[in-house]
């Protein structure tokens, strides 16, 4: 049975990469040494982390005045650590577009002496749309985006213009499946275990002159810090910046972010076609807010959900349960999920509402 | 050639778990999803980080009444992380060892609202033995140590008696290769990139009543909000936990703990007799504080310690070289390096110190 894999992250990843990382795992190079043993310090992984580095700067754009830092804790960590580097004794200004957002608000609210603020939210359309910001207080330390919400299945299509208030976005679930420019944010930062690699590494991109000029307390937890050590204050995630790299190189050799966005274009209205011409399946999404990456889908019952869900998992499509949050269905069809396994689901889902129908 | 790699971390692994993960890199156990791919919510992984924990409990005899803590951000995080949940308004106490128990003392002296007193050094000594303590205060938090200085080569053989006074431990550089009792300790902590899995995983064992009472700021820096979700607050290093967990079932396979470290003793005496009747090569620490997994050695002279390690370099004896910071070589020979390897090395050493006396 062939398995597509729906995986709100970790995700599924190219074949090729997933070879070449096997490849590596008792001999790397003919090293005599495995890639998970070799020295952080040593040439070798020296090497590597370099090419990730270079390689996510030629894909993406970046800048030469922006740092990429490799970190460690997911998003998550990034919610407490933002306010802690760059807003204390100021506003933090927060856009609320669903549940993601909702935690890095929550965790902003937590840090001392950091006021926050949301100037927007879509809650009152329950999250099914991208706000507007209106006016924004020209002295505040940042305004946060959520690019693409992983749950929700809301991204933004063009990123909202903050005038002089450096613009800072969690980009987990659509990294490397956009057409944002770099510089229109003054930081960007994903957890690796959608469109990058496995999970265990945090990439932060940061405009130089946005770095903390105070010191936080924890070093591990300080952006300058760690841009000063290169990312290697402690020992790094080695195994999860080599994957990330064969993950770059696989982007970079299928054509580029373009190229990918492309074809994410075409697996998405694939499946979005397929949803808005069914009598039985709808999306909950505004059309013009609709993710490319996380695709949200139910029947409105909950029984036949359940159902739905059931035969699908059995047929081999794996992770196609919404989030516990909402409900419904899920599906993930991130940069290396394949397009025959979108028009699999597709034909799953007609089959499904065909045999509905006649009973 | 053969290659024995002497990495402090990331360090060498069984060849048996390599092998295995490897197999898991593309399909695991026939799901049609790599290892890197599985959902962490998913049963498939959800059965790897149970068992990881349930073997980790069985071969270190943790009591039921503590919790294990699968995390991310290395010893360096918990440098901060432990003051930060447990000591703030109250005194930590500091046993300093060397280069790692010097950079605890640092981040938890940057900790707001903490008192941070060294009760016992061996600074005087250049670290090459493990101080004394003397009274402690009986109000403290905690009294921390490092039971294994990786860059000095300096180790508890036994545990301090503190008292009330919860004991706190460092263990990265001799977790799972001591015959230390865990009811001795109220938190243990370690880094797993030397014995126990690749870089990007930490593990915490606490007491239960030694865990936060207080909130911390930030959730995922929190020990009772990571035990409330079974360390699973958001995505943990799936990869490094399943790795871990077949480092576990090869500890075990082998005969458990104790019979690990019988092995890494004679592997160590076998050194550490090399070095002591050698006119060339000696140890600086003092015999009764002598590591078993992290073996430093020099010359006296660094012309002479560079020749030998570019010698053995190209020998094929990976990662001899010393700390940057002290100089010199070193020998890590965790868990899974192999006698073979050290043989070979004292061999090598014999053949070094007759070539030059013949010079």
Redesign the interface.
């Known amino acids: ?3 597509y ?1 729906f ?7 190219p ?1 090729k990469v ?2 070449q ?2 490849s590596s ?2 001999d790397y190079q003919g ?4 890639i ?5 310090r ?1 040439s070798l992984f020296l090497a590597i982390i370099d090419e990730c580095e270079q390689l996510l700067r030629e894909l993406m754009k970046i800048p030469e005045n922006y740092r990429v830092l490799f970190m ?6 990034q ?3 933002l306010p ?1 580097n760059v807003a204390r004794g100021k506003k933090a200004l927060y856009v609320n577009t669903g549940a993601w957002a909702k935690k890095a608000i929550a ?1 902003a609210k ?3 002496n950091v006021t926050v603020e949301v100037v927007a939210s879509s809650e009152d359309d329950s999250f099914t749309s991208v706000p507007t910001i209106a006016e924004l207080d020209p002295e505040a330390a940042y305004v946060h985006i959520t690019t693409n919400e992983t749950i929700g299945g809301v991204s933004y299509h063009q990123i909202p213009d903050t005038g002089n208030v450096p613009l800072v976005a969690d980009m987990s679930s659509n990294f490397l499946s956009n057409d944002y420019q770099v510089e229109d944010f003054a930081m960007i930062y994903a ?1 690796a ?1 959608k469109n990058l ?5 945090t990439v932060v991109i940061i405009r130089e002159d946005f770095l903390n000029t105070e ?1 936080v ?5 300080d952006y300058r810090v760690q841009a000063d050590n290169q990312s290697m ?8 910046i080599y ?1 990330a790299k064969l993950v770059l190189e696989w982007v970079k050799e299928v054509g580029g972010v373009a190229e990918v966005v492309k074809r994410n274009e075409e697996k998405a209205a694939l499946l979005y076609d397929a949803i808005d011409q069914s009598q039985l399946f709808s999306s909950p999404v505004a059309k013009e807010a609709r993710s490319l990456t996380n695709i949200p889908f139910v029947t409105g019952q909950a029984e036949l959900d359940k159902l739905f869900i059931q035969q699908a998992t059995a047929a ?1 499509f ?2 196609i349960k919404g989030h516990r949050s909402v409900g419904g269905m899920r599906a993930s069809i991130y940069n290396a999920f394949p397009l025959e396994g979108v028009n699999a689901l597709v034909a799953f889902m007609q089959a499904f509402e065909q045999e509905q129908g006649e009973n």
Chains 1, 2 share one sequence.
């Open positions: 049975m062939t398995v894999n995986s709100a992250g970790p995700a599924v990843l074949t997933l070879e990382a096997q795992l008792v090293s005599g040494m495995s998970l043993e070799l020295s952080h040593s460690q804790g997911g998003a998550s960590l919610f407490s650590m802690l965790a937590k840090v001392p957890g275990q690699g496995p999970a265990g590494l010191e307390f924890a070093p591990m937890l204050y402690n020992t790094p995630p080695t195994f999860a994957v081999g794996e992770n």
